[in-house]
Nanobody
Framework: VQLQASGGGLVQAGGSLRLSCAASGRTFSDYGMGWFRQAPGKEREFVAAISDNGARTDYADSVKGRFTISRDKSKNTVYLQMNSLKPEDTAVYYC???????????????WGQGTLVTVSS
């Protein structure tokens, strides 16, 4: 699976962004998808995940209620809608694909290249 993340940028605190991750190669619907992020000087952390059929989602406590993960099978794309952004959301965001969509980054087999989100105060 090849993954291409996009949609990052600079936004003011309280604003919104929508990240996209386009998948190609293998059957998109066979994979759960996740979003992770890595801020400067920090370790990569789990943000959100969605099951292969879209029926189940999971969110880190820090983004619950503000971020929404979704997927469009017809477009082989997973999205991360980010609302009420905070400066602490600033990071490079990565999408990833896994047979088991979990919070553990080690369970993901394929990774996109990352897209930078910067939230100014």
């Amino acid at each position: 699976v090849q993954l291409q993340a996009s949609g990052g940028g600079l936004v003011q605190a309280g604003g919104s962004l929508r990240l996209s991750c386009a998948a190609s190669g293998r059957t998109f619907s066979d994979y759960g998808m996740g979003w992770f992020r890595q801020a400067p000087g920090k370790e990569r952390e789990f943000v959100a995940a969605i099951s292969d059929n879209g029926a189940r989602t999971d969110y880190a406590d820090s983004v619950k209620g503000r971020f929404t993960i979704s997927r469009d099978k017809s477009k082989n794309t997973v999205y991360l809608q980010m609302n009420s952004l905070k400066p602490e959301d600033t990071a490079v965001y990565y999408c990833a694909a896994s047979k088991l969509a979990s919070r553990a980054g080690t369970s993901y087999d394929y990774w996109g290249q990352g897209t930078l989100v910067t939230v100014s105060s």
